[in-house]
């Protein structure tokens, strides 16, 4: 009888063993990486950049899988809704972590809580874009005045309802004194055809998609919302530079997973996402993009998300700003 219950009883015994070994051993299949926005955008490239880096250094397939709606929100859920077992990533950022929880209330995850930061990857600014066919302006004061003798108000475009170039639209708009329409679109991509062509004069967009354009003269950059300039539009200045520092806004970046991630993983994701941030085709990617890469693990990482949350998250209350 009892060499009968040996097994039984051995089996639990070993679990904890067998599932230490298959954490260490992560990944063992496909890992896919969820973005908010489509492709094209700042959030989508960095994605796309550390699954390469990813794929090579552990020898398994990570894809990004490109989720976007709702500010964010709709993959964020998704996320916090999947197995803790490392095969579902976040490219979390900005939106769907501080600025789209207070527009959607019930959007059905903590920030927090519901996920296991797991590195801070670094940040873009976002700029404030003017098509200079349809608005003469070509800085900070002047676009205000523009704004101001318009008889009816402008429109601006974002990459989407809760993203951080909306919340920067909205604060610019109380801190200029100047009122403008809110036309949100599903990601980067499908605005910057349409600011191309004037069905939107303006818009308030992270950078990167649009240096070629400034450099071409078809798009003109007004300021970017950063201490400093960036350089790759060396000649656009900030928003401190225009006459209204208070107005920093950057859209930052980060690799999280759903709340309870295995420490074996998280380890070995935040050691390699650091490996891949010193590597100079990494650095030199994201820079590109103006994604100026500043790695940070997981405690500093998610006391960074948490004051986010509460400095950014709380003014967008206080200003009163809604998804509508």
Not at 133 to 153: E, G, N, Y
Request: hydrophobic share 40%; glycine share 8%.
């Amino acid at each position: 009888m009892r060499r009968r219950q040996l097994p039984l009883l051995a089996a639990p015994l070993c679990l904890p063993a067998v599932q230490a070994r298959a954490q260490a051993a992560w990944p063992t299949r496909p890992v896919r990486i969820v973005v908010s926005f489509p492709p094209g955008g700042s959030s989508d490239i960095t994605a796309r950049v550390m699954a390469e880096h990813y794929s090579a250094a552990m020898n398994q397939r990570f894809v990004v899988d490109n989720r976007p709606g709702a500010g964010g929100t709709l993959s964020a859920l998704h996320v916090a809704q999947q197995p803790a077992d490392g095969y579902t990533l976040f490219l979390s950022n900005s939106a769907p972590i501080t600025t789209s929880p207070p527009l959607y209330p019930q959007a059905g995850y903590d920030p927090i809580r519901s996920f296991t930061h797991v590195t801070y990857i670094g940040a873009a600014p976002v700029a404030i874009v003017t098509n200079p066919r349809f608005i003469p302006a070509t800085d900070l004061p002047s676009l205000v005045a523009w704004m101001k003798a318009q008889p009816s108000p402008a429109s601006f475009g974002s990459s989407g309802t809760g993203s951080v170039g909306h919340i920067l639209g909205e604060m610019f708009q109380r801190a200029a004194g100047v009122q403008l329409t809110h036309v949100p679109y599903r990601g980067s991509a499908p605005l910057l055809p349409d600011l191309l062509n004037g069905q939107v004069p303006l818009a308030f967009d992270t950078m990167p998609q649009y240096v070629e354009h400034f450099a071409a003269n078809r798009l003109r950059g007004i300021a970017i919302s950063a201490p400093q300039r960036n350089p790759m539009a060396p000649n656009v200045p900030t928003t401190g530079e225009g006459g209204y520092p208070a107005l920093i806004a950057l859209n930052w970046v980060g690799m999280s997973g759903p709340a309870g991630l295995p420490p074996a993983v998280v380890e070995k994701l935040n050691a390699e996402t650091q490996a891949g941030l010193r590597t100079e085709i990494v650095q030199r990617r994201l820079l590109e993009h103006a994604i100026s890469p500043t790695p940070l693990g997981p405690v500093e990482f998610t006391a960074f998300a948490q004051r986010d949350v509460n400095e950014i998250g709380g003014m967008i209350r206080a200003l009163g700003i809604t998804a509508g």
